[in-house]
Structures are given as structure tokens and as C-alpha cells.
């Protein structure tokens, strides 16, 4: 292999006068000469249990550990980094109880990377809330027959402007055609 550029980092496989082996890999890694830590990311449900992903992104060299919450079943893992515009990416996946800190470390070039997301917990109330008469409270405005009376009336000019435009383009359309006839 000669001339390779960074879009031809990939694994390939050599293989000599046989289908039976799994061949020699062969790893097109790009020349980058200055190590990067990587950026961590957790991404979670709202709901706050499920799926939660740990993005360890734009790093080199490839060789990475990550791990996540001991406890959680792992649902994904990259077993090889991907490589990607000169970096790399790796992520795992493991499944999160409900009200469950998330802990994603990574070592990578003798470094060790820590992100920790915390899970949402209701504050405990230790003293009486406020009075109602001091609560502000945001109120949504139910429909009322005003409103839809409304809507339909919008929907109706809307129909009304579409029915107008293709009134508008068949007159057009008639009068080119008619040209068309007497001059041609």
C-alpha cells in the first residue's frame, strides 16, 4: 500500500492463497504526532433511567479504557476506537436505574478522565411551603368557542389563498396555450 491519505485509515485484510484464515490486519493509522486527551460526553434519557451513553471523542492515539457504573449491565461497547477526521471516538452504553449517579472515566496515555452526571433528586422539604395567596402560579388559557371560531376562520382563509393561487395559475396557463394557438 503507497500513498495513503488520512480518509484511507481503515482496517483491511491480507490474505494469501487461502479462504479459509481470517487473514493479517492491517490498520491505516494517520500520522499524528502530538497525543490529545479526549472530551468526555454522557448522554441520558430525560426520564432519568434507561440507556445512558459515555462519548469519549477526539483523541489519539487510539488505545483507550473506559468505564462506566460497575453495577449496570453494559448494553454497548466499542471494542476498537473509530477513527474519524484524524481522531478518534469511542463509546459505551450500560442501562441506568432511576435516580442513579452516572460515573464515566477513561484512561488513555497515562491520564486518567473523569465525568460524573448526577441523577436528579427531589429537594427535601424541611419547612412549610408558602401560603397559596404568595404561589404564582402559570396558568394555561383553556380554548374558548372565540378561539376555535378562530382557528376555522384561519383555516378557511388559508384554503380560500391556496383555491385563489391555483385560480391564478390556470388563467396563466390558459392564456399561454391560447398564444400559443393563434400564433403559432
Known amino acids: 500500500m503507497t500513498a495513503l491519505r488520512p480518509e484511507d485509515a481503515a482496517e483491511y485484510y491480507c490474505m494469501w492463497d487461502t ?13 499524528n504526532p502530538t497525543p490529545s486527551q479526549p472530551s468526555l460526553v454522557i448522554l441520558k434519557y430525560e426520564d432519568s433511567s434507561g440507556s445512558t451513553a459515555c462519548l469519549a471523542r477526539d483523541f489519539y492515539p487510539p488505545e483507550l479504557k473506559m468505564s462506566m457504573n460497575t453495577d449496570s449491565p ?8 473509530v477513527l474519524s477526521s484524524r481522531k478518534y471516538h469511542a463509546i459505551k452504553v450500560v442501562n441506568i436505574t432511576s435516580n442513579q449517579d452516572v ?3 477513561v484512561q488513555h496515555h497515562n491520564k486518567k478522565f473523569n465525568k460524573i452526571l448526577a441523577a436528579e433528586r427531589l429537594p427535601a422539604l424541611t419547612t412549610p411551603g408558602p401560603t397559596t395567596s404568595s404561589i404564582e402560579i402559570c396558568r394555561t388559557s383553556t380554548p374558548s368557542p372565540q378561539d376555535e371560531d378562530m382557528e ?3 383555516a378557511l382563509s388559508i384554503t380560500v389563498l ?3 393561487v391555483l385560480l391564478t395559475k390556470s388563467i396563466a396557463l390558459n392564456m399561454l396555450l391560447v398564444t400559443r394557438y393563434l400564433y403559432f
Open 19 to 31: 479462504f479459509d484464515s481470517p487473514g493479517t490486519k492491517v490498520t491505516v493509522d494517520p500520522n
Open 74 to 81: 453494559v448494553l454497548y461497547e466499542t471494542i476498537e476506537p
Open 103 to 105: 460515573h464515566c472515566s
Open 152 to 154: 376555522k376562520m384561519n
Open 162 to 164: 391556496g383555491l385563489r
